[in-house]
């Protein structure tokens, strides 16, 4: 059984696009996380969902939009794909509030040509 | 707010060295200290963690001691194998305790 999944792994597309990562825990965690990893590894906390609410939305563009459907699951939309959004997308769960220590997916590889 | 240091890689070694990998931190209070590890096309997991100050962490022959006089938790191993290739993340909540905050990340690299 896989603790926190996402899909596709991989997502090559082109320029304009829309695309969706999909995410789901069975850990029965409360929130869950979208990082972002470029291409030096470097990981960014993007988005952060609690039961469902938006706790976290650094600053990012209105083009990514994360939706949290209920506590298992948050997805994330990216419109008008741009070159500069090629990365390694992760998604992670932890138990709630306060206890951060995250649970991480297999990372979706992004590439926009 | 809180953030992280950790020593820039790749750190290259031969099978059987001994491993270090400086890991300091700012932080308010004394958050938990994690450290991740993400092997080759995989996700980043849970390698080990302290909870308070004094606090050693380990796992897998890997150490590392929460020390608040020094705001450290350096990664170290005795022994390291080529298994043990991979990158290597320090973390701590953010301020808000949120979210992990992670390091920029230490490459690992061990050959036969």
């Known amino acids: 059984d896989t603790a926190v999944s996402q899909t596709p792994k991989y997502l090559v597309t082109q320029m304009g696009n829309d695309k969706s990562i999909k995410c789901e825990q069975n850990?029965?965690?409360?929130?869950m996380y979208w990082y972002k990893q470029d291409s030096k590894k470097f990981l960014k906390i993007m988005f952060s969902?609690?039961?469902?609410?938006?706790?976290i939305n650094e600053t990012v563009p209105n083009r990514f939009s994360p939706k949290s459907p209920d506590k298992a699951h948050l997805n994330l939309h990216i419109n008008s794909l741009e070159l500069g959004d090629s990365a390694v997308y992760f998604c992670?769960?932890?138990?709630?509030?306060?206890?951060?220590?995250?649970?991480f997916g297999q990372g979706t590889r992004l590439t926009v040509v | 707010g809180n953030s992280v240091t950790q020593m820039e890689g790749p750190v290259t070694l031969s099978e059987e060295a001994f491993l270090t990998i400086n890991c300091t931190y700012t932080?308010?209070?004394?958050?938990?200290l994690f450290w991740y590890v993400q092997y080759p096309g995989e996700g980043l997991q849970l390698l080990l963690k302290?909870?308070?100050?004094?606090d050693k962490g380990s796992n897998k022959g890997f150490e590392a001691t929460y020390r608040k006089e020094t705001t450290s938790f350096h990664l170290e191993k005795g022994s390291v194998q080529v298994s043990d290739s991979a990158v290597y993340f320090c973390?701590?909540?953010?301020?808000?305790?949120?979210?992990?905050?992670f390091g920029k990340g230490t490459t690992l690299s061990v050959s036969s």
């Open positions: 992670a769960s932890s138990p709630g509030t306060g206890l951060v220590e995250a649970f």
């Open positions: 850990l029965g965690h409360d929130t």
């Open positions: 969902y609690n039961n469902k609410e938006l706790i």
């Open positions: 932080a308010t209070g004394y958050p938990s």
């Open positions: 302290a909870t308070k100050a004094d």
């Open positions: 973390a701590l909540p953010n301020q808000a305790g949120t979210a992990l905050i």
